[in-house]
């Protein structure tokens, strides 16, 4: 099959965009031919096109139309739905919050799938999703990228922040300040702290404890570590094997974390570290959350919509496809302006006057720090020429 996968970014290494390149690979693997499109490309991009994978930000570039789209954020799927009309399509919501995941209606996106049953709540009991359309995929690791480290010792010495998210300016501090009472090294890894990783899988095997939440979270255990599920919307709990079956439907995401990041807290967590549960947690995850099980699933549904579309040829509308778009336009339109009006509120607030003040005085130092930069580039140049004037006199 050739299979179309939309992502509003493949350029930051973050959860999509990472799905989106584990995802192209494994349907590689298997003779597939994935295609990755956004409007946005960077590393990630580059990382797919490196393993021969097609990559483009521009439908135009396509020779031949997809077999099935595999959508994700509506702004991209919508945009290839319009470009190939006769391409049916799944919709794959990864996040409870960004708007960036609401579902787009229409007709010829023919399944629905949640990463987990708090993305099925917002499919089925917000925007209004068949539940017969719908399906939950749980998040899987790549097995042969995380490979399981040795055992981990009778007390955790080095301990990991894996996330995009925190930093000083969050939640960083407690955890920073809890492993510090416990006398345990602490590493940070992530965009927000100024310290993001390429390689996870090449790093996670040094640590013994590791605070991360989603897709890091099931690959830090996955390879091993103990993991305490913690990230800017709150803190979880140690994952164990008592607590597994509940959290693993959740994404290890915001639903389990539900308690304020305080160093206490942190530290009751902490003190359920057992290397011999967290074993065994990882051998549960290794069993059940590898990629190609995941892939069996996405290859038999993309069967299925393909074949359905093919049933119902002759009774697709073009009015109900313009109807929907135009639905979608509407939507799109009220959801742009609500934003709008966040950035106003942001602008006018305390916080935005005090950057606003910020940037004026900070644009008033750089005006002669620019001039002093031209001043000694343009003397700089003169003696260049100079010499070079002499050199050639000689």
């Given at each position: 099959m050739r299979i179309l996968i939309t992502n509003n970014s493949l350029a930051a290494r973050a959860g999509t965009e990472l799905y989106v390149r584990d995802l192209a690979l494994g349907l590689l693997k298997r003779g597939h031919t994935p295609?990755?499109?956004?409007?946005?490309?960077?590393?990630?991009?580059?990382?797919?096109?490196?393993?021969?994978?097609?990559?483009?930000?521009?439908?135009?570039?396509?020779?031949?139309?997809?077999?099935?789209?595999?959508?994700?954020?509506?702004?991209?799927?919508?945009?290839?739905?319009?470009?190939?009309?006769?391409?049916?399509?799944?919709?794959?919501?990864?996040?409870?919050?960004?708007?960036?995941?609401?579902?787009?209606?229409?007709?010829?996106?023919?399944?629905?799938?949640?990463?987990?049953?708090?993305?099925?709540?917002?499919l089925i009991f917000e925007a209004g999703i068949p539940e017969e359309r719908t399906c939950v995929l749980l998040n899987f690791a790549d097995l042969e990228r995380f490979k399981s480290r040795g055992p981990l010792p009778e007390r955790p010495q080095r301990a990991l922040v894996l996330s995009n998210n925190l930093s000083e300016q969050n939640s960083l501090g407690a955890v920073q300040e809890a492993c510090a009472r416990a006398g345990i090294e602490l590493d940070v890894l992530g965009r927000c702290a100024g310290n993001a990783c390429a390689e996870p899988e090449a790093m996670l095997g040094n640590y013994d404890l590791v605070f991360a939440k989603g897709r890091a979270a099931l690959e830090a255990m996955a390879v091993?570590?103990?993991?305490?599920?913690?990230?800017?919307?709150?803190?979880?709990?140690?994952?164990?094997?008592?607590?597994?079956?509940?959290?693993?439907?959740?994404?290890?995401?915001?639903?389990?974390?539900?308690?304020?990041?305080?160093?206490?807290?942190?530290?009751?967590?902490?003190?359920?570290?057992?290397?011999?549960?967290?074993?065994?947690?990882?051998?549960?995850?290794?069993?059940?959350?590898?990629?190609?099980?995941?892939?069996?699933?996405?290859?038999?549904?993309?069967?299925?919509?393909?074949?359905?579309?093919?049933?119902?040829?002759?009774?697709?509308?073009?009015?109900?496809?313009?109807?929907?778009?135009?639905?979608?336009?509407?939507?799109?339109?009220?959801?742009?302006?609500?934003?709008?009006?966040?950035?106003?509120?942001?602008?006018?607030?305390?916080?935005?006057?005090?950057?606003?003040?910020?940037?004026?005085?900070?644009?008033?130092?750089?005006?002669?720090?620019q001039s002093m930069r031209n001043m000694v580039r343009s003397r700089t140049q003169s003696e260049s020429r100079e010499a070079s004037r002499a050199i050639k006199i000689k």
């Open positions: 295609i990755a499109y956004s409007t946005k490309l960077g590393d990630v991009a580059t990382e797919i096109r490196a393993a021969t994978v097609p990559v483009i930000d521009n439908l135009d570039a396509m020779g031949s139309p997809p077999d099935v789209i595999h959508g994700q954020h509506h702004l991209s799927t919508m945009t290839a739905l319009l470009h190939f009309p006769q391409t049916p399509a799944i919709y794959f919501c990864h996040g409870w919050a960004p708007w960036e995941e609401r579902p787009p209606k229409f007709p010829r996106i023919l399944r629905y799938a949640a990463v987990d049953y708090t993305c099925r709540d917002r091993g570590t103990a993991v305490v599920l913690c990230d800017v919307a709150g803190l979880g709990p140690m994952v164990t094997t008592a607590n597994i079956e509940r959290l693993r439907p959740l994404n290890f995401g915001i639903r389990s974390l539900r308690n304020p990041v305080h160093v206490d807290a942190l530290a009751r967590e902490m003190a359920n570290y057992d290397p011999i549960d967290a074993l065994q947690v990882s051998h549960q995850i290794r069993e059940s959350a590898g990629r190609e099980l995941v892939i069996d699933e996405l290859i038999g549904m993309y069967q299925d919509v393909i074949d359905e579309h093919a049933r119902n040829a002759d009774s697709n509308s073009m009015s109900a496809e313009q109807h929907a778009a135009a639905g979608y336009l509407r939507e799109l339109s009220v959801g742009l302006n609500a934003r709008d009006g966040e950035i106003d509120r942001l602008f006018n607030s305390r916080g935005g006057r005090l950057l606003r003040s910020y940037g004026a005085i900070r644009r008033k130092l750089q005006s002669p720090i």
